[in-house]
């Protein structure tokens, strides 16, 4: 398979009638275009090239399709107010990769390269990144085992692929959460620090069950005593109290969130007491009782800061109050990641 030149090929061009910003979603809108290079054990990496979506097979005896063997992020790419793009906190996505690639026995990724790659696929869809304030180009590098053949081994051959997908801006509604306390989504020493696949298999069950029971998603507690808050189902948790900030510790079987680390940065940053510990349901339960309570949210980088309003288990629940300090940071981490705000700037890299 060739590069493409990308003036060619009008079959594969971003559909004449994208909807406006508001209206993209999320994952919605595949750009036509992905960055991929190949590993082969025992060369290395491949120089990347940028190819066609629709042209990249994936083969159905692979590690990835069969035992999931595979390892992904998702970043974001913004327009500034001056109109210019730049990435969010990009190398803080490739260690994370490296990290997940490593649990996984997949090959190590040189830092550099996927910048490259990531840099590449923005400026091959620049053109679709969305205006300034009004949504992001979404970016999913996917690294899987790729070598045909049965039987659970280290592959000799993967592929990553750099994927692209305008987003909206998340609408950061309150959401009401259930709290699962019979499916468990990451155990200790299982994956859960990982972001694979297996992970979302493991949730999505527990995740439609919540919305049956009516609620938005499923909050994910300890695989030991089905107690302590874990995450959301693409969110990290946070809780405030009248005196500080609680966010659940990372005891390897919940995602090192790089949102979560922005937050805690500008949660510091403004005078907030942050301590990354153990909180429990009865935890919940009593600070809501003795009206310390303030706020619980959740972040990420697709839903970037959502507000919970309720947690509910079996009988019993919280409802925290609808809090300021939820919705000045949503501001605070919107501004810092679109380049509003010139604070941070080693969060954000020019493409
Ligand atoms: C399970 C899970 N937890 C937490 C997060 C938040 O991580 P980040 O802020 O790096 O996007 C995500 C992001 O998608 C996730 O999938």
Avoid at 207 to 231: P, S, T, V
Avoid at 319 to 329: D, N
Wanted: aromatic fraction near 8%; charge should be neutral.
């Amino acid at each position: 398979m060739s590069s493409l030149d990308l003036s060619q090929d009008a079959a594969l061009r971003w559909p004449a009638s994208l909807p406006e910003p508001e209206a993209l979603g999320f994952g919605l809108y595949m750009a036509p275009f992905a960055v991929s290079a190949t590993h082969e054990a025992g060369e290395g990496w491949s120089k990347p090239e940028v190819l066609p979506r629709a042209a990249l097979g994936l083969e159905l005896a692979s590690g990835a399709l069969q035992y999931g063997l595979s390892a992904f992020e998702g970043a974001k790419a913004y327009r500034a107010p001056d109109g210019t793009l730049h990435l969010f906190r990009p190398r803080e996505h490739i260690a994370r990769l490296r990290r997940s690639a490593a649990r996984l026995c997949l090959p190590d990724v040189d830092e550099a390269a996927v910048m490259k790659m990531l840099q590449r696929a923005v400026e091959v869809h620049r053109d679709w990144v969305p205006p300034a304030g009004r949504g992001a180009l979404y970016l999913r590098p996917t690294l899987f085992a790729c070598e045909e053949g049965l039987g659970l081994r280290a592959a000799s051959r993967h592929r990553l692929v750099v994927l692209a997908s305008p987003a909206s801006n998340p609408l950061c509604a309150p959401k009401r959460l259930w709290a699962e306390r019979e499916l468990i989504r990451a155990a200790d020493g299982g994956l859960g620090a990982a972001k694979t696949a297996a992970n979302y298999a493991a949730s999505l069950f527990g995740a439609q069950r919540a919305r049956q029971r009516g609620f938005d998603d499923a909050l994910w507690l300890d695989a030991r005593e089905h107690r302590y808050l874990g995450e959301a189902g693409a969110a990290n948790l946070f809780v405030a109290l009248d005196d500080r900030v609680l966010t659940p510790a990372l005891d390897g079987s919940i995602l090192a969130g790089i949102t979560r680390d922005s937050v805690i940065a500008l949660l510091r940053e403004a005078g907030h007491r942050v301590e990354e510990t153990f909180i429990s349901l009865d935890d919940l339960q009593g600070w809501q009782q003795s009206a310390r309570l303030r706020d619980v949210f959740g972040v990420g980088t697709a839903v970037r800061l959502f507000p919970v309003a309720e947690i509910t288990w079996g009988e019993a629940g919280v409802r925290p109050p609808p809090a300021a300090l939820s919705a000045w940071l949503a501001h605070r981490l919107a501004e810092v990641q679109e380049g509003v705000s010139a604070d941070w700037p080693q969060w954000r890299l020019a493409c």
